[in-house]
């Protein structure tokens, strides 16, 4: 065997050890002080901790993994067509076409290898102490597959409330259009689990990876581990995690994002005209460091002049501080980026240029800039990590401007770009606006996940079946009843939130 393609065994167990306790992700917009939550302790036997973890009972009482082979053969199901059904129609949901090619991006490697029903428990076991929310949808009805732990979620028990509120708006739009389908939804900012990229993907079906000297795999991986694709959804992705499933981030619900966001795109255009606008460079964030896979090659930057920015390993990227405090220093009469001075959005539409900086992962600032009016400047979205819509839609001097794919000093041309050619500079604005007020709309929101939903359907390698979960309970009753009586669980209800 190529020495290039066996799977180092040392590499998974060390991966393993990282994600276990890699800092603790959080919404992007967080205080520091939340940010840090609780941090699992590290520990030399990590593999180990991942079996016994993987196999305990969250109150999920089918606790043995049962073969793919005596699921129901894929002949027995039926998948209903999307398009057929009703809301697909009100919603208009063919005008956002464009958007779903991130779907089929995402879900190639399910059609190439199969979303088994092996692979389908594992992840869920490993993920529901880390942020991820496995749901079904069984005859229409959407549940919650296991019993959440809130107090252990602390700050995450807000974005798993807003996209439980998601799931339940989709069960009354869609209803019994919804094909019977598994996934665990995520609130993580980057995936927390290995990558398929990391075992063999070239077999048919999901192999443990031979060990390095080709004896038998360590018993806690052999009982603990098994490969993906996962049906994960999440926020945030780079082609490292190539199953990753996309979706919106759960910021469109809490920041009410139709309303406080593209609602006024007329009125920050009529209080600022483009003419009015100071040509600078304004942006103001807070602290955070990328987070990363040190073998994803696509996520590793590079600083002014070719410097590395990385610590920890390559681990941690100080992309936002070098920005903030090197690349803007380099330039100050044209840029006003900094980590104070915190101002509300309405306050950015005074300049023709603002700018979006990577947090932890993506920001969802990029959608909150986009409506204001004036050019946004972002990160490159061919590279490193990217969010549901970037790739689709959002073009480099069409309605962005992209910079950073290499090195940081890339924003100086794009700068004397805009400067000089301020009527396209104006159309940009004007573009990034209108796209945000087409596609990034609740209802097409709603049709995003639909069709995730119906193509995530026929990967499963397997018939989804609602008694596997005995600790299930319908995602309605876990809102209306369960979570007024859990702990914290009055206020979380209180929280604003739209689709
Ligand atoms: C799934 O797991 C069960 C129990 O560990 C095993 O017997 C079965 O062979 C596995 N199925 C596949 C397709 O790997
Ligand atoms: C991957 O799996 C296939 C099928 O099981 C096998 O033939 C191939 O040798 C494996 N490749 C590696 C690199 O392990
Ligand atoms: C970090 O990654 C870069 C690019 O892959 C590499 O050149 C560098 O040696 C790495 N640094 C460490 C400490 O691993």
Redesign the pocket.
Same mark, same amino acid.
């Given at each position: 065997m190529p020495r290039g393609l066996t799977f180092p065994l040392l590499a998974l167990v060390a991966l393993i050890c990282v994600r276990a306790h890699a800092v603790i992700d959080t919404g992007p917009e967080l205080p520091e002080s939340a940010r840090r939550g609780p941090v699992e302790r590290p520990h030399a036997s990590a593999a180990h901790r991942n079996a016994r973890e993987s196999g305990r009972d969250d109150g999920d009482h089918g606790d043995e993994i049962v073969a793919d082979v005596q699921q129901p053969e894929e002949g027995d199901r039926i998948f209903p067509s999307y398009e057929e059904s009703e809301s697909y129609k009100e919603l208009k949901c063919g005008k956002y076409d464009v958007t779903y090619e991130q779907i089929e991006r995402d879900l190639a490697i399910h059609r190439e290898l199969g979303t088994h029903y092996n692979s389908t428990r594992y992840i869920i076991k490993w993920l529901h102490r880390r942020n991820g929310m496995p749901i079904g949808f069984f005859g229409g009805r959407a549940y919650l597959l296991m019993k959440p732990d809130w107090k252990s979620l602390a700050h995450h028990s807000k974005l798993h409330i807003a996209y439980l509120r998601m799931i339940a708006h989709l069960e009354r739009t869609f209803g019994a259009a919804i094909p019977d389908v598994v996934l665990v939804v995520s609130s993580s900012d980057t995936p927390r689990y290995v990558s398929p990229r990391l075992v063999n993907v070239s077999s048919p079906e999901p192999q443990l990876p031979p060990t390095r000297d080709g004896g038998p795999a360590p018993k806690a991986l052999v009982t603990g581990f098994v490969p993906g694709p996962y049906p994960v959804a999440g926020i945030c992705k780079s082609d490292f995690w190539p199953d990753l499933l996309l979706i919106p981030n759960f910021h469109f619900h809490m920041k009410l994002y139709d309303g406080a966001s593209l609602a006024p795109i007329p009125a920050f255009r009529e209080k600022h005209p483009w003419a009015t606008r100071e040509p600078v460079l304004f942006g103001r964030f807070s602290h955070y460091h990328l987070v990363r896979e040190?073998a994803d !090659?696509s996520t590793?930057k590079l600083g002014l002049g070719g410097e590395?920015i990385?610590r920890n !390993?390559?681990t941690t990227c100080m992309g936002r501080e070098h920005f903030i405090t090197k690349v803007v220093k380099q330039d100050r009469e044209r840029m006003d980026v900094k980590f104070a001075g915190m101002q509300p959005m309405v306050g950015h539409t005074r300049f023709k240029y603002l700018v979006n900086l990577n947090g932890q992962s993506i920001s969802s600032r990029l959608e909150q800039l986009l409506p204001l009016g004036s050019v946004v400047f972002t990160e490159s979205t061919s590279v490193g990590y990217y969010a549901y819509y970037y790739r689709t839609l959002l073009k480099h001097r069409v309605n962005v401007l992209e910079f950073w794919r290499r090195v940081p000093e890339e924003v100086f041309e794009e700068l004397d770009w805009a400067q000089e050619h301020d009527q396209e500079a104006a159309a940009i604005a004007a573009e990034g606006g209108r796209t945000a007020a087409t596609y990034l709309t609740g209802n097409a929101r709603a049709c995003y996940w639909f069709r995730l939903l119906h193509g995530l359907s026929r990967t499963l390698r397997f018939r989804p079946r609602l008694d596997k979960w005995p600790g299930a309970r319908l995602v309605q009753e876990v809102l209306n009843e369960d979570l007024p009586l859990a702990p914290g669980g009055p206020d979380l209800i209180q929280s604003q939130w739209a689709p």
């Open positions: 040190p !090659e590793y590395e990385c !390993e390559n």
